[in-house]
């Protein structure tokens, strides 16, 4: 900052800290004096109205003079003419910046780099910090945004087996705890849906049940009196053979007994 | 339905229900010939040793006794057969050997006809050979009341309703 000579330098009020431009003392003079003037001038002129007011009125509404003769009309003619001066010129000063405006504008804008300005000037975190995000966010319809959404045209879009191919499924399987998962299933609920009794039907059906029975099973069905009985039968056959040859009977023995209906 | 021979082994399960031959009916019925001359001894060494309990220094095997044991095998002997076959339609040597008795509906028989029948193959166990010559496997006692002596290994003994074999077994 430029100083105005030294005492008053060191007693004039300090330049802010953005004023960038140098400005010379002898304007701030002048605007000094400028201002004074005006202060004098406006008081003169407010004791000379208070002083002039009743012979003004006297001269412009003089008593005894019909009213149509009175100053006053003239002045008030002469205001009108003035007032219907200033409004045609102010709807064509109108209509001129109408037609200037934009223009002026476009090339101001034009050789401004707004954004810069905006980068440089504008303390974007401090607008932040004063706006209500939670407040913003509380008002939002969520529900609503979604809806309007076009997922199923969103999902055409994706290639999920692109995706899915680019997955490291290892290392996404290795980060998984198992047990934990396990340990949340419902296991009893899911054993009360499975027909057991179906399954154990198709395993009893599958194995050799009575077979493992007579296997497992003592006394009178163990394997002497299993060995006894097969040996029996098997002397049986002969037996049955060697009478019947020496009867020269060609027919086999009709060995089958009547049978139990009721087993049936 | 189930299969009354389901247990059976399964090498086994083809002749169930077929008439048995001499061999296996002849090694039962000697099995329950032993059974009951296993029991006559026991109930005349019972009675020889009560009295020699009895009377020690005067025990003398008895005497005069021995027509009393064709009697007694008689009365034993079909006793229990006849009650072996109406109730289980097997004695000790036909659960041995694996065959059961059935009348001519396949069934147990009663005890009537099973009695009858026990007195003649007491009184006529030759006629349990007629086995071997029979082309049906038959013998006498089989022929006169059309029953059968099927090879069962099954562990079932009742093959017909509880309440004819209550009939059967009146008392039992």
């Given amino acids: 900052m430029t100083e105005v000579g030294g005492a008053a330098g060191d007693q004039g009020p300090p330049s802010s800290p953005g004023d960038s431009r140098a400005v010379p ?34 001269v412009l509404q003089p008593p005894g003079v019909p009213e149509r003769y ?7 003619q002469l205001a009108d003419r003035g007032e219907r001066a200033r409004r045609q010129g102010m709807r064509q000063a109108s209509a001129l910046l109408d037609v200037l405006v934009p223009l002026v504008v476009d090339e101001i804008l034009d050789r401004i780099d707004l954004t810069q300005i905006v980068i440089d000037r504008v303390k974007v975190m401090r607008i932040v910090d004063e706006v209500d995000i939670a407040g913003i966010v509380g008002h939002l319809d969520f529900d609503s945004i979604v809806e309007s959404v076009p997922i199923d045209h969103i999902l055409e879009l994706v290639d999920i087996n692109g995706i899915v191919a680019r997955v490291n499924l290892n290392q996404v399987i290795a980060r998984v705890d198992v047990n934990a998962i396990v340990s949340t299933v419902d296991i009893d609920a899911i054993v009360s849906r499975v027909d057991l009794g179906s399954i154990a039907t198709q395993v009893i059906d599958e194995i050799d049940l009575p077979e493992i029975i007579w296997e ?10 299993v060995g006894v009985r097969m040996q029996g039968r098997a002397a049986d056959e002969r037996i049955n053979r060697i ?7 060609r027919r086999d023995r009709k060995t089958s007994a009547p049978v139990d209906r009721s087993e049936q | 339905m189930t299969d009354r021979y389901a247990t059976v082994p399964a090498q086994a399960r083809g ?6 031959g001499i061999v296996t009916r002849v090694a039962a019925s000697v099995v329950d010939f032993l059974l009951v001359i296993l029991a006559i001894c026991l109930i005349y060494g019972g009675i020889a040793l009560a009295t020699f309990i009895v009377r020690p220094s005067s025990f003398h095997w008895p005497k005069n006794i021995s027509w009393s044991v064709p009697v007694v095998y008689f009365v034993l002997l079909t006793a229990y057969l006849s009650f072996s076959w109406a109730g289980t339609g097997r004695t000790y040597g036909a659960a041995l050997l694996g065959v059961r008795v059935v009348n001519y509906k396949g069934v147990t028989m009663r005890l009537p006809g099973a009695i009858l029948r026990a007195v003649l193959c007491v ?5 349990l050979l007629w086995v071997a010559v029979s082309s049906a496997n038959r013998s006498v006692a089989d022929l006169v009341f059309r029953t059968s002596v099927i090879y069962d290994w099954s562990p079932r003994t009742e093959v017909e309703p509880a309440g004819q074999t209550a009939r059967a077994l009146p008392g039992l």
């Fill in chain 1, 243 to 249: 009478v019947d040859r020496v009867l020269r009977r």
């Fill in chain 1, 70 to 76: 009175w100053p006053q009309r003239g002045v008030d």
């Fill in chain 1, 216 to 225: 497992s099973s003592s006394g009178m069905a163990s394997e002497s009196v």
């Fill in chain 1, 25 to 58: 003392p002898v304007v701030d003079v002048a605007i000094g004096v400028g201002l004074t003037t005006a202060g004098i001038v406006a008081r003169s002129a407010t004791n000379a109205y208070r002083l002039v007011q009743p012979f003004a009125t006297l």
């Fill in chain 2, 123 to 127: 009184v006529f166990p030759i006629g």
């Fill in chain 2, 15 to 20: 002749f169930q229900g077929q008439r048995a």
